[in-house]
Protein backbone atom coordinates (compact mmCIF):
# COMPACT_ATOMS: atom_id res chain seq x y z
CA UNK A 1 0.00 0.00 0.00
CA UNK A 2 2.32 2.65 -1.64
CA UNK A 3 0.13 5.69 0.44
CA UNK A 4 0.76 4.29 3.78
CA UNK A 5 4.82 5.18 3.65
CA UNK A 6 4.40 8.60 2.81
CA UNK A 7 4.06 11.45 5.37
CA UNK A 8 0.22 12.13 5.46
CA UNK A 9 -0.75 9.55 2.67
CA UNK A 10 -2.82 7.49 4.75
CA UNK A 11 -4.74 10.79 6.12
CA UNK A 12 -5.46 11.96 2.59
CA UNK A 13 -6.21 8.41 1.42
CA UNK A 14 -8.54 8.63 3.77
CA UNK A 15 -10.51 11.82 3.34
CA UNK A 16 -10.66 10.85 -0.49
CA UNK A 17 -12.18 7.64 0.43
CA UNK A 18 -14.91 10.00 1.88
CA UNK A 19 -15.13 12.08 -0.93
CA UNK A 20 -15.59 9.44 -3.37
CA UNK A 21 -17.76 7.18 -0.84
CA UNK A 22 -15.12 4.61 -1.11
CA UNK A 23 -13.36 2.52 1.93
CA UNK A 24 -10.53 3.62 3.05
CA UNK A 25 -8.27 0.06 1.96
CA UNK A 26 -9.55 0.62 -1.52
CA UNK A 27 -8.00 4.19 -1.63
CA UNK A 28 -4.61 3.02 0.12
CA UNK A 29 -4.34 0.85 -3.27
CA UNK A 30 -3.40 4.24 -4.50
CA UNK A 31 0.07 5.35 -5.63
CA UNK A 32 0.08 7.95 -3.40
CA UNK A 33 -1.50 11.15 -2.37
CA UNK A 34 -2.01 12.59 -5.30
CA UNK A 35 -3.95 9.99 -6.46
CA UNK A 36 -6.38 11.02 -3.41
CA UNK A 37 -6.72 14.01 -4.49
CA UNK A 38 -7.71 12.30 -8.02
CA UNK A 39 -9.92 9.83 -6.37
CA UNK A 40 -11.89 13.05 -5.05
CA UNK A 41 -12.42 14.21 -8.00
CA UNK A 42 -13.83 11.66 -9.53
CA UNK A 43 -16.07 11.37 -6.58
CA UNK A 44 -17.10 14.45 -7.50
CA UNK A 45 -17.77 13.48 -11.07
CA UNK A 46 -19.90 10.93 -9.80
CA UNK A 47 -21.89 12.74 -7.39
CA UNK A 48 -22.65 15.72 -10.38
CA UNK A 49 -25.95 16.62 -10.08
CA UNK A 50 -27.37 17.93 -13.48
CA UNK A 51 -30.50 19.61 -12.30
CA UNK A 52 -28.36 21.54 -10.30
CA UNK A 53 -26.17 22.63 -13.56
CA UNK A 54 -29.02 23.40 -15.61
CA UNK A 55 -28.54 26.82 -17.55
CA UNK A 56 -24.30 26.36 -16.73
CA UNK A 57 -21.85 25.74 -19.58
CA UNK A 58 -18.46 26.12 -17.68
CA UNK A 59 -15.08 24.76 -17.50
CA UNK A 60 -13.25 24.72 -13.77
CA UNK A 61 -9.52 24.32 -13.52
CA UNK A 62 -8.27 22.68 -10.31
CA UNK A 63 -5.19 23.40 -9.02
CA UNK A 64 -4.33 20.99 -5.99
CA UNK A 65 -0.89 22.00 -4.55
CA UNK A 66 1.41 20.44 -6.75
CA UNK A 67 -1.05 17.81 -8.36
CA UNK A 68 -1.57 18.26 -12.41
CA UNK A 69 -4.23 20.33 -12.58
CA UNK A 70 -7.48 19.13 -13.74
CA UNK A 71 -10.30 20.25 -15.21
CA UNK A 72 -14.10 19.99 -15.12
CA UNK A 73 -16.20 20.41 -18.18
CA UNK A 74 -19.73 21.15 -16.92
CA UNK A 75 -22.47 21.65 -19.94
CA UNK A 76 -25.50 20.00 -21.32
CA UNK A 77 -26.44 18.35 -17.98
CA UNK A 78 -23.00 16.74 -17.98
CA UNK A 79 -20.01 16.70 -16.08
CA UNK A 80 -16.73 15.47 -17.58
CA UNK A 81 -13.14 15.54 -15.63
CA UNK A 82 -10.02 15.84 -18.12
CA UNK A 83 -6.61 15.88 -17.13
CA UNK A 84 -4.65 19.44 -18.30
CA UNK A 85 -7.04 20.04 -20.65
CA UNK A 86 -8.20 23.44 -19.84
CA UNK A 87 -5.20 26.28 -19.30
CA UNK A 88 -5.66 28.62 -16.81
CA UNK A 89 -6.75 31.80 -19.26
CA UNK A 90 -9.18 29.13 -21.12
CA UNK A 91 -10.95 28.20 -17.84
CA UNK A 92 -13.85 29.80 -17.01
CA UNK A 93 -12.83 30.01 -13.13
CA UNK A 94 -9.71 28.34 -11.77
CA UNK A 95 -10.11 27.35 -8.22
CA UNK A 96 -6.58 26.96 -6.59
CA UNK A 97 -5.74 25.83 -2.66
CA UNK A 98 -3.58 22.81 -0.88
CA UNK A 99 -4.22 19.26 -1.13
CA UNK A 100 -5.68 18.88 2.91
CA UNK A 101 -8.15 21.95 2.32
CA UNK A 102 -9.23 20.44 -1.33
CA UNK A 103 -9.93 17.38 0.09
CA UNK A 104 -11.63 18.61 3.14
CA UNK A 105 -13.86 20.49 0.76
CA UNK A 106 -14.77 17.44 -1.87
CA UNK A 107 -15.52 15.24 1.48
CA UNK A 108 -18.10 18.08 2.94
CA UNK A 109 -15.88 19.33 5.55
CA UNK A 110 -15.61 22.35 4.97
CA UNK A 111 -17.48 25.16 3.28
CA UNK A 112 -16.60 26.81 0.10
CA UNK A 113 -17.43 30.27 0.79
CA UNK A 114 -15.34 30.01 4.01
CA UNK A 115 -12.70 28.73 3.11
CA UNK A 116 -12.56 31.04 0.06
CA UNK A 117 -12.96 34.38 2.59
CA UNK A 118 -10.62 32.84 4.97
CA UNK A 119 -7.93 32.70 1.87
CA UNK A 120 -7.44 29.01 1.46
CA UNK A 121 -9.24 28.96 -1.61
CA UNK A 122 -8.05 31.25 -4.33
CA UNK A 123 -10.71 31.80 -7.27
CA UNK A 124 -9.66 33.63 -10.58
CA UNK A 125 -12.80 34.12 -13.04
CA UNK A 126 -16.18 33.68 -12.49
CA UNK A 127 -16.81 34.46 -8.54
CA UNK A 128 -20.37 33.35 -8.49
CA UNK A 129 -19.51 29.87 -10.14
CA UNK A 130 -17.27 29.12 -7.72
CA UNK A 131 -19.66 30.29 -4.84
CA UNK A 132 -22.29 27.67 -6.31
CA UNK A 133 -19.51 24.74 -7.05
CA UNK A 134 -20.08 22.66 -4.34
CA UNK A 135 -24.33 23.07 -5.20
CA UNK A 136 -23.51 21.26 -7.95
CA UNK A 137 -22.89 18.27 -6.77
CA UNK A 138 -24.61 15.43 -4.09
CA UNK A 139 -23.03 15.71 -0.21
CA UNK A 140 -20.28 13.13 -0.02
CA UNK A 141 -21.08 10.33 2.34
CA UNK A 142 -20.91 11.49 5.74
CA UNK A 143 -20.92 14.98 5.00
CA UNK A 144 -23.64 17.65 4.81
CA UNK A 145 -24.61 20.39 2.12
CA UNK A 146 -24.97 23.90 4.24
CA UNK A 147 -25.35 25.96 0.36
CA UNK A 148 -28.25 25.55 -2.12
CA UNK A 149 -28.54 27.31 -5.28
CA UNK A 150 -32.00 28.02 -6.17
CA UNK A 151 -34.14 29.46 -9.40
CA UNK A 152 -37.90 31.31 -8.63
CA UNK A 153 -39.65 32.35 -11.86
CA UNK A 154 -41.77 35.73 -10.72
CA UNK A 155 -43.53 37.53 -12.85
CA UNK A 156 -41.65 36.95 -16.27
CA UNK A 157 -38.27 37.35 -14.62
CA UNK A 158 -36.27 34.32 -13.34
CA UNK A 159 -34.45 35.21 -9.92
CA UNK A 160 -30.79 33.11 -9.08
CA UNK A 161 -30.09 32.71 -5.38
CA UNK A 162 -27.72 31.00 -3.21
CA UNK A 163 -29.32 29.60 0.29
CA UNK A 164 -28.00 28.76 3.27
CA UNK A 165 -29.25 27.77 7.06
CA UNK A 166 -32.29 27.44 9.10
CA UNK A 167 -34.81 29.37 10.43
CA UNK A 168 -36.34 33.41 9.90
CA UNK A 169 -35.49 34.11 6.50
CA UNK A 170 -32.74 36.89 5.61
CA UNK A 171 -32.65 38.35 2.49
CA UNK A 172 -29.89 40.07 0.69
CA UNK A 173 -29.64 42.32 -1.61
CA UNK A 174 -26.84 43.87 -3.67
CA UNK A 175 -25.96 47.37 -4.94
CA UNK A 176 -25.80 48.73 -8.04
CA UNK A 177 -23.62 47.30 -10.20
CA UNK A 178 -22.86 44.17 -8.62
CA UNK A 179 -24.40 40.58 -7.51
CA UNK A 180 -25.03 38.55 -4.33
CA UNK A 181 -21.40 37.41 -4.55
CA UNK A 182 -20.94 40.83 -2.41
CA UNK A 183 -23.02 39.49 0.57
CA UNK A 184 -20.99 35.92 0.71
CA UNK A 185 -19.25 37.03 4.12
CA UNK A 186 -22.95 37.93 5.31
CA UNK A 187 -24.66 34.77 3.66
CA UNK A 188 -21.84 32.26 5.64
CA UNK A 189 -21.75 34.58 8.85
CA UNK A 190 -25.91 34.37 8.94
CA UNK A 191 -26.64 31.33 8.02
CA UNK A 192 -25.70 29.81 11.50
CA UNK A 193 -29.20 31.41 12.82
CA UNK A 194 -31.07 32.48 9.91
CA UNK A 195 -32.18 30.84 6.80
CA UNK A 196 -30.10 33.70 4.31
CA UNK A 197 -31.24 34.36 1.00
CA UNK A 198 -28.93 35.96 -1.59
CA UNK A 199 -30.18 37.41 -4.47
CA UNK A 200 -29.17 38.29 -7.78
CA UNK A 201 -31.02 41.11 -8.75
CA UNK A 202 -33.06 40.99 -12.48
CA UNK A 203 -30.44 42.53 -14.73
CA UNK A 204 -27.77 41.33 -12.55
CA UNK A 205 -25.76 38.48 -11.58
CA UNK A 206 -27.04 35.03 -12.83
CA UNK A 207 -30.82 36.26 -12.79
CA UNK A 208 -32.77 37.49 -15.83
CA UNK A 209 -32.22 40.73 -17.75
CA UNK A 210 -35.44 41.87 -19.65
CA UNK A 211 -35.64 45.04 -21.49
CA UNK A 212 -35.36 48.34 -19.50
CA UNK A 213 -38.92 48.83 -20.89
CA UNK A 214 -41.97 51.07 -18.29
CA UNK A 215 -41.16 51.00 -14.82
CA UNK A 216 -38.86 48.10 -15.32
CA UNK A 217 -35.66 48.96 -12.87
CA UNK A 218 -37.30 51.37 -10.40
CA UNK A 219 -36.47 51.12 -7.04
CA UNK A 220 -40.56 50.33 -6.82
CA UNK A 221 -40.80 47.55 -9.84
CA UNK A 222 -37.33 45.58 -8.10
CA UNK A 223 -39.53 45.60 -4.93
CA UNK A 224 -42.18 43.75 -6.13
CA UNK A 225 -40.11 41.16 -7.64
CA UNK A 226 -38.29 40.79 -4.32
CA UNK A 227 -41.93 40.69 -2.54
CA UNK A 228 -42.83 38.11 -5.17
CA UNK A 229 -39.73 36.15 -3.96
CA UNK A 230 -40.94 36.07 -0.74
CA UNK A 231 -44.64 34.71 -1.98
CA UNK A 232 -43.47 32.03 -4.30
CA UNK A 233 -40.95 30.64 -1.75
CA UNK A 234 -43.39 30.85 1.17
CA UNK A 235 -40.90 32.94 3.24
CA UNK A 236 -43.51 34.99 5.50
CA UNK A 237 -42.12 38.11 6.66
CA UNK A 238 -38.59 38.53 6.51
CA UNK A 239 -35.56 40.12 7.70
CA UNK A 240 -34.18 42.74 4.30
CA UNK A 241 -30.42 43.72 4.58
CA UNK A 242 -29.65 45.84 1.92
CA UNK A 243 -26.26 47.51 0.41
CA UNK A 244 -26.40 50.66 -0.87
CA UNK A 245 -29.21 50.42 -4.24
CA UNK A 246 -30.17 47.25 -1.97
CA UNK A 247 -30.94 49.06 0.44
CA UNK A 248 -33.19 51.52 -1.32
CA UNK A 249 -35.20 48.63 -2.54
CA UNK A 250 -35.49 47.49 0.84
CA UNK A 251 -37.30 50.31 2.31
CA UNK A 252 -39.44 50.56 -0.85
CA UNK A 253 -40.92 47.05 -0.38
CA UNK A 254 -41.15 47.87 3.62
CA UNK A 255 -43.48 51.00 2.88
CA UNK A 256 -45.19 48.83 0.26
CA UNK A 257 -46.02 45.99 1.99
CA UNK A 258 -44.92 46.64 5.66
CA UNK A 259 -46.05 42.74 6.86
CA UNK A 260 -43.77 41.11 4.61
CA UNK A 261 -40.78 42.65 6.46
CA UNK A 262 -39.40 42.36 9.54
CA UNK A 263 -36.94 44.37 9.41
CA UNK A 264 -34.44 46.65 7.58
CA UNK A 265 -31.16 46.94 7.52
CA UNK A 266 -29.16 49.52 5.25
CA UNK A 267 -25.58 48.88 4.60
CA UNK A 268 -23.95 52.34 3.48
CA UNK A 269 -27.82 52.88 1.80
CA UNK A 270 -28.45 54.67 -1.01
CA UNK A 271 -31.12 57.53 -0.25
CA UNK A 272 -32.38 60.46 -2.54
CA UNK A 273 -29.38 62.34 -3.74
CA UNK A 274 -28.95 65.77 -3.11
CA UNK A 275 -25.86 65.73 -5.62
CA UNK A 276 -28.61 64.77 -8.15
CA UNK A 277 -30.94 67.55 -7.78
CA UNK A 278 -30.29 69.58 -10.47
CA UNK A 279 -30.16 66.63 -13.07
CA UNK A 280 -33.88 64.67 -11.86
CA UNK A 281 -35.86 66.25 -14.13
CA UNK A 282 -33.86 65.60 -17.09
CA UNK A 283 -32.95 62.29 -16.14
CA UNK A 284 -37.27 61.74 -16.04
CA UNK A 285 -37.72 63.04 -19.62
CA UNK A 286 -34.58 60.51 -20.73
CA UNK A 287 -33.56 57.11 -21.85
CA UNK A 288 -30.16 56.93 -21.39
CA UNK A 289 -30.43 52.81 -20.67
CA UNK A 290 -30.65 52.15 -24.72
CA UNK A 291 -26.40 53.21 -24.63
CA UNK A 292 -25.83 49.92 -23.39
CA UNK A 293 -26.50 47.94 -26.27
CA UNK A 294 -23.20 49.81 -27.82
CA UNK A 295 -19.89 47.77 -27.15
CA UNK A 296 -18.01 49.75 -24.85
CA UNK A 297 -15.63 47.46 -23.20
CA UNK A 298 -14.08 49.49 -20.04
CA UNK A 299 -10.92 48.22 -19.42
CA UNK A 300 -10.29 45.97 -16.20
CA UNK A 301 -7.65 47.90 -14.37
CA UNK A 302 -10.14 50.32 -14.42
CA UNK A 303 -13.15 48.26 -12.84
CA UNK A 304 -10.38 47.41 -10.60
CA UNK A 305 -10.10 50.71 -9.44
CA UNK A 306 -13.13 51.77 -9.01
CA UNK A 307 -14.38 48.64 -6.70
CA UNK A 308 -10.55 50.09 -4.74
CA UNK A 309 -12.64 53.18 -4.73
CA UNK A 310 -15.19 51.36 -2.51
CA UNK A 311 -13.38 50.73 0.35
CA UNK A 312 -11.93 53.14 2.57
CA UNK A 313 -8.83 50.76 3.33
CA UNK A 314 -8.44 48.06 0.16
CA UNK A 315 -6.02 46.87 2.06
CA UNK A 316 -8.50 44.97 4.83
CA UNK A 317 -9.28 42.97 1.78
CA UNK A 318 -7.13 39.32 0.79
CA UNK A 319 -5.75 40.95 -3.01
CA UNK A 320 -7.01 37.85 -4.66
CA UNK A 321 -10.66 38.48 -2.94
CA UNK A 322 -10.71 42.41 -4.09
CA UNK A 323 -9.20 40.85 -7.75
CA UNK A 324 -11.99 37.91 -7.98
CA UNK A 325 -14.23 40.37 -6.93
CA UNK A 326 -13.31 43.35 -9.85
CA UNK A 327 -13.02 40.64 -12.51
CA UNK A 328 -16.55 39.63 -11.85
CA UNK A 329 -17.84 43.36 -12.60
CA UNK A 330 -15.64 42.95 -15.67
CA UNK A 331 -17.63 39.47 -16.87
CA UNK A 332 -20.67 40.98 -15.97
CA UNK A 333 -20.49 44.21 -17.91
CA UNK A 334 -19.37 42.13 -21.35
CA UNK A 335 -23.66 41.80 -21.32
CA UNK A 336 -26.08 44.19 -22.47
CA UNK A 337 -28.55 43.26 -20.57
CA UNK A 338 -26.23 43.92 -17.28
CA UNK A 339 -25.04 47.34 -19.30
CA UNK A 340 -28.38 48.70 -19.87
CA UNK A 341 -30.17 47.15 -16.21
CA UNK A 342 -27.41 49.32 -14.71
CA UNK A 343 -27.57 52.66 -16.68
CA UNK A 344 -31.57 51.94 -15.95
CA UNK A 345 -31.39 51.45 -12.22
CA UNK A 346 -28.68 54.37 -12.17
CA UNK A 347 -31.69 56.48 -14.20
CA UNK A 348 -34.22 55.85 -11.60
CA UNK A 349 -31.85 56.54 -8.77
CA UNK A 350 -30.68 59.73 -9.61
CA UNK A 351 -34.60 60.67 -10.93
CA UNK A 352 -35.89 60.32 -7.13
CA UNK A 353 -37.67 62.87 -6.16
CA UNK A 354 -36.56 64.81 -2.60
CA UNK A 355 -39.18 66.28 -1.54
CA UNK A 356 -43.17 67.00 -1.70
CA UNK A 357 -45.76 64.35 -1.07
CA UNK A 358 -43.90 61.78 -3.31
CA UNK A 359 -40.80 63.06 -2.36
CA UNK A 360 -38.32 60.37 -0.58
CA UNK A 361 -38.06 62.24 2.70
CA UNK A 362 -41.37 62.58 3.00
CA UNK A 363 -42.38 59.02 2.13
CA UNK A 364 -38.88 57.56 4.23
CA UNK A 365 -41.34 59.00 7.53
CA UNK A 366 -43.66 56.75 6.82
CA UNK A 367 -41.86 53.35 7.41
CA UNK A 368 -43.87 50.74 9.70
CA UNK A 369 -41.30 48.01 10.25
CA UNK A 370 -38.46 48.41 12.75
CA UNK A 371 -34.98 49.90 10.62
CA UNK A 372 -31.36 49.85 10.96
CA UNK A 373 -29.01 52.47 9.42
CA UNK A 374 -25.00 52.15 8.88
CA UNK A 375 -23.08 54.98 6.88
CA UNK A 376 -19.40 54.63 6.21
CA UNK A 377 -17.35 57.40 7.95
CA UNK A 378 -15.17 58.09 4.25
CA UNK A 379 -18.02 56.50 2.17
CA UNK A 380 -17.62 57.68 -1.38
CA UNK A 381 -20.81 57.52 -2.86
CA UNK A 382 -23.34 57.92 -0.02
CA UNK A 383 -22.56 60.81 2.01
CA UNK A 384 -22.44 60.59 6.31
CA UNK A 385 -24.75 63.69 6.63
CA UNK A 386 -27.26 61.54 5.16
CA UNK A 387 -27.43 59.85 8.70
CA UNK A 388 -28.42 62.86 10.36
CA UNK A 389 -31.47 63.59 7.61
CA UNK A 390 -32.30 59.83 8.51
CA UNK A 391 -32.25 60.31 12.39
CA UNK A 392 -34.89 63.37 11.84
CA UNK A 393 -36.91 61.59 9.46
CA UNK A 394 -37.00 58.19 11.44
CA UNK A 395 -36.33 59.24 15.37
CA UNK A 396 -37.09 55.57 16.52
CA UNK A 397 -34.58 54.12 14.27
CA UNK A 398 -31.31 52.77 15.03
CA UNK A 399 -28.66 54.99 12.96
CA UNK A 400 -24.96 54.82 13.12
CA UNK A 401 -22.33 56.38 11.29
CA UNK A 402 -18.90 53.86 11.31
CA UNK A 403 -15.45 55.62 11.34
CA UNK A 404 -12.86 54.38 8.93
CA UNK A 405 -15.49 52.38 6.74
CA UNK A 406 -16.15 52.89 3.10
CA UNK A 407 -19.02 51.70 0.89
CA UNK A 408 -18.94 47.73 1.90
CA UNK A 409 -18.92 47.40 5.02
CA UNK A 410 -19.35 43.73 5.00
CA UNK A 411 -16.35 42.95 3.13
CA UNK A 412 -14.42 45.77 4.08
CA UNK A 413 -15.25 44.73 8.58
CA UNK A 414 -16.98 41.58 8.34
CA UNK A 415 -17.05 40.91 12.08
CA UNK A 416 -17.87 44.71 12.84
CA UNK A 417 -20.56 44.40 10.68
CA UNK A 418 -21.94 40.83 11.27
CA UNK A 419 -21.78 41.43 15.25
CA UNK A 420 -23.88 43.93 14.33
CA UNK A 421 -26.44 42.27 12.43
CA UNK A 422 -26.30 39.90 14.56
CA UNK A 423 -27.37 41.87 17.78
CA UNK A 424 -29.80 43.54 15.67
CA UNK A 425 -31.95 40.87 14.32
CA UNK A 426 -31.84 39.22 17.40
CA UNK A 427 -33.45 42.31 19.30
CA UNK A 428 -35.54 42.51 16.68
CA UNK A 429 -37.12 39.20 17.01
CA UNK A 430 -37.17 39.34 20.94
CA UNK A 431 -39.43 42.29 20.84
CA UNK A 432 -42.15 40.43 18.38
Same mark, same amino acid.
Given at each position: MTGVGRPGGDV /? /?? +????ALGATAHD *???ADDVHDAVRLSMVGLVERFQAEAAEGIDATIRLEIGDSAPMALHVRDGRCLLTRGAATAAAADVVLRTDRSCWLDLAAGHAEGIATFLHGDLEVHGDLDLAARFETLFAPAPGGQRHLRATRTRIKGTTIDALVAGQGTPVLLLHGLGASKVSFLPTLDA???????????????? +????PLPTGRRYSMAWFADVVHGY???????? /??? *????MGARIALELALHRPRSVRSVTGLAPAVAFDETRAM????? !??????LGLAPTPVPAAVIE??? +?? !? &??DPARLPANNLQAAALDVVR?? +???? &?RMALIASARHLGADRLSGRRGYWTRLAQTIPPSLWVFGAQDRLVAA?????VREALPAADVQVWESMGHVPQFEDPVRTHDTLHRWLARVDAGR
Amino acid at each position: MTGVGRPGGDV /A /AR +RAASALGATAHD *VLLADDVHDAVRLSMVGLVERFQAEAAEGIDATIRLEIGDSAPMALHVRDGRCLLTRGAATAAAADVVLRTDRSCWLDLAAGHAEGIATFLHGDLEVHGDLDLAARFETLFAPAPGGQRHLRATRTRIKGTTIDALVAGQGTPVLLLHGLGASKVSFLPTLDALSDRYEVHALDLPGYG +RSSKPLPTGRRYSMAWFADVVHGYLVANRLGD /AHL *VGNSMGARIALELALHRPRSVRSVTGLAPAVAFDETRAMAPLLR !LLRPQWLGLAPTPVPAAVIERIV +RD !L &FHDPARLPANNLQAAALDVVRMS +RDPG &FRMALIASARHLGADRLSGRRGYWTRLAQTIPPSLWVFGAQDRLVAAHYAGRVREALPAADVQVWESMGHVPQFEDPVRTHDTLHRWLARVDAGR
